[in-house]
C-alpha cells in the first residue's frame, strides 16, 4: 500500500503490467477479471474453483483470444467443468450470449478425438510429400528431394501443422489412453527425424521462414517430450560474404553436394539482392552458377568437382575482384563501372560488331553518366521526382550526342531502356 496507495491503483497496475509488459508470467485471483479484463496473450488458465453458465463461458473466453505466436489456449480444469460446457452454450445460445465475441467461443474447446484425426492426417501428409523415394535410410535422397522450392515450402508448411497437433496431443493426459503406445512412439520419432531434416535443408538451401514461434516451440516440443541428442540453433543465414563465418556454417552440413548446394543457393540470393547495384558484374557470376550446377546435373562432372567450382566462384565473389578489363578512364571508378557494363551489354543488344565506337568510348561515357547523377544528387533524392527527370533528361542529352558521334542505329526505346538502368543502379549505388 506505501507503493502503490490503494488496492484499486495495485490491481490496475498489475492488470496493466500482465496485459503490456513482459516480467509478469502469472496471476491467482479469486472472483476477479471475469469480465472487463481483456489480455489476448494469457496462454492457460488453471480453474479450481465451482464455475458454470455465464461465468464459465467467461472464463473460457480468458485465454480463446488470438495474439501473434499465439496458436491456442490451454485451460487446466481441476474440477471437471468443461464436461458442463456444451449445456452452458445451449443455454446461452440465444440473448445471454449477446455480450460475447463469437471468435471467443468459437473452438473454444480441442476434442481429444478430433486432435488425434488432425494428427494422423498431417503425419501421413508428411509421408506422403516422401512417397517416391525408394531408399528410406537415404538421408541425402531426403535433402535432394527437397531441392524443389514449392516441395519445400509444402514441407515446412505440414510438418508445422504436424508438431502444433502433436504438441497440443502430448499436453493432454486423455491422449496416452486414446493412442497406442506405438504409435505415439512413432509420431515422436518422424517429428525427430524431420524436424532435423528441415534444420539442414534449410541451411543447405539458404531459407529464410518467416515462422517467428516457430523454432522456440518446436524446440519446447523437444525438450519436453522428445530426447534431443544435439540442438542446433537456426538463425537468419550467415552473409556469404563473412567468408570465416559462412565456412563454419557450411562445414554443419554432411555431403559434398550438400554443401555445394548450399554455396549455390546462398550466392544466387546474394547476388538477386545486389543485382541492380551493377547488373553486368552479377551477371557474370549467375552465368558461371548455372553452367556448374547444368554440368553437374548431366553428370559431367562429380561432386567432388561440382562443389570445388562452387567454392572457387565463391572465393571471386567474397574477393570482389571483376573479371572485366575496364578502360582507364573507370579503372578506379566503381559507379561508372556499373554503368559502364550496363550501357555495354544493352548496346552489344542493338549494334552489330562494325560499330564505330570502342571500350574506351563506352568508358568515357560511363564516366560522365557518374558526373551527371553526382551532380544532382542529394540527401533525399530517391524520392524526388524533379531530380529524377533532370537526371533522365541530362541522361537523354549525353547518349543521343553519342549517338550522333558514332552514327549508332539505335531507337529511343533502346535510349529509354539505358536511362532507366542507369537510374536503378544509381538508386541503389549513390
Known amino acids: 500500500m506505501n507503493r502503490y496507495g490503494t488496492a484499486e491503483k495495485y490491481e490496475d497496475a498489475i492488470k496493466d503490467e500482465f496485459v503490456n509488459g513482459d516480467e509478469l508470467d502469472l496471476l491467482i485471483v479469486v472472483d476477479k477479471l471475469l469480465t472487463g479484463f481483456d489480455a489476448p496473450r494469457a496462454t492457460v488458465l488453471y480453474v479450481d474453483k465451482p464455475l458454470k453458465e455465464h461465468t464459465l463461458l467467461q472464463a473460457i473466453a480468458r485465454v480463446n483470444r488470438l495474439y501473434e505466436g499465439k496458436d491456442y489456449g490451454l485451460i487446466i480444469d481441476y474440477r471437471g467443468l468443461l464436461e458442463k460446457l456444451d449445456q452452458a452454450m445451449q443455454m446461452y445460445s440465444g440473448a445471454g450470449l449477446e455480450n460475447f465475441d463469437p471468435e471467443d467461443l468459437q473452438g473454444a474447446i480441442y476434442d481429444v478425438i478430433s486432435i488425434i484425426g488432425s494428427l494422423r492426417q498431417h503425419h501421413s501428409d508428411l509421408r506422403q510429400i516422401f512417397a517416391p523415394i ?53 509420431y515422436k520419432k518422424d517429428f525427430k527425424f524431420f524436424q532435423d531434416l528441415r534444420k539442414s535443408v ?94 553437374y546435373r548431366d553428370k559431367r562432372i562429380s561432386e567432388a568437382e561440382y562443389l570445388n567450382r562452387m567454392k572457387d566462384i565463391m572465393k571471386a565473389y567474397q574477393s570482389g575482384q571483376s573479371t572485366e578489363s575496364y578502360p582507364k578512364v573507370i579503372r578506379e571508378n566503381r559507379n561508372a563501372q556499373a554503368f559502364y557494363g550496363v550501357t555495354k551489354d544493352i548496346l552489344n543488344e542493338v549494334t552489330d560488331e562494325a560499330a564505330s565506337y570502342d571500350a574506351n568510348s563506352i568508358g568515357e561515357l560511363a564516366y560522365q553518366m557518374d558526373e551527371i547523377i553526382r551532380e544532382h544528387q542529394k540527401v533525399d533524392w530517391h524520392d524526388n521526382l524533379e531530380i529524377h527527370n533532370r537526371i533522365a533528361q541530362e541522361l537523354d542529352d549525353l547518349l543521343f550526342d553519342f549517338k550522333e558521334k558514332y552514327g549508332l542505329d539505335i531507337d529511343f526505346d533502346t535510349i529509354d531502356k539505358i536511362i532507366e538502368q542507369i537510374k536503378t543502379v544509381a538508386l541503389r549505388r549513390y
Open 134 to 186: 525408394k531408399n528410406k535410410n537415404d538421408r541425402e535422397a531426403y535433402e535432394v528431394w527437397l531441392e524443389d522450392e514449392e516441395r519445400r515450402e509444402t514441407f515446412y508448411h505440414v510438418l508445422s501443422q504436424f508438431g502444433r497437433n502433436l504438441a497440443i496431443a502430448l499436453e493432454s493426459e486423455k491422449i496416452y489412453n486414446a493412442l497406442p503406445p506405438e504409435e505415439l512412439q512413432t
Open 202 to 295: 534449410k541451411l543447405r538451401y539458404s531459407d529464410t521462414i518467416d515462422h517467428k514461434e516457430y523454432e522456440a516451440k518446436m524446440q519446447k516440443l523437444m525438450d519436453n517430450y522428445i530426447a534431443a541428442e544435439e540442438v542446433i540453433r537456426i538463425t537468419n543465414p550467415v552473409d556469404i560474404l563473412n567468408a570465416k563465418a559462412f565456412e563454419e556454417e557450411i562445414e554443419r552440413l554432411g555431403s559434398k553436394r550438400a554443401k555445394a548446394d548450399a554455396i549455390r543457393t546462398r550466392l544466387t540470393k546474394s547476388i538477386h539482392t545486389k543485382w541492380d547495384e551493377n547488373p553486368a558484374y552479377y551477371k557474370k557470376f549467375s552465368e558461371r552458377i548455372e553452367e556448374a550446377i547444368q554440368e
